[in-house]
């Protein structure tokens, strides 16, 4: 049946997903407008194509059972550390609590067992990629981002 194949479930989730971002698109000026309005157009495209894709593999893949073997564990793992993450931005400040989200999203979601050197590496990758984003916008576009409220 076509309704419990993935290609089918993840078009309709793509309409949802589009849908909602174009909820309030027309309420913009002309020039802010513009580029949601383009995304949108792509983002349609790409919608109809996954439609396309699910009428063509109509034999494919079920979703119940390509849902047997999804790791819905890993899945709230993810879930609960981005709800923590949420909770320290204010206190520890960007940089800090996305460095840790980051570090800690890439141990959780790792594959293979953990050792001293996949954890240096992950944390070196990580505070390369926040520093990254620290020159962007300190350096590149002049914003400061607030520290937190444990830094003075």
């Known amino acids: ?31 802010a407008g513009l580029l949601p309005r383009l995304l949108i157009c792509f983002m349609a495209g790409v919608n109809i194509l996954q439609y396309v894709l699910a009428l063509y593999r109509r034999g494919g893949s079920n979703l119940l059972e390509a849902l047997k073997g999804y790791p819905f564990p890993l899945v709230l793992k993810l879930f609960a550390l981005t709800l923590a ?38 944390a070196l990758g990580c505070a390369l990629f926040v520093g990254g984003l620290w020159l962007l916008f300190s350096w590149g576009l002049g914003v400061l981002i607030p520290l937190g409220e444990i830094w003075p």
């Open 1 to 31: 049946m076509i309704f419990l194949q993935r290609e089918f479930m993840a078009a309709v989730c793509m309409s949802l997903l589009t849908a909602l971002f174009a909820v309030n698109v027309s309420d913009l000026s002309e020039e």
């Open 85 to 122: 993450y949420i909770a320290v931005l204010l206190p520890l400040g960007f940089y800090a609590a996305s460095f840790l989200y980051f570090w800690a999203g890439s141990l959780l979601a790792n594959p293979t067992p953990l050792n001293g050197r996949i954890v240096a590496q992950r």
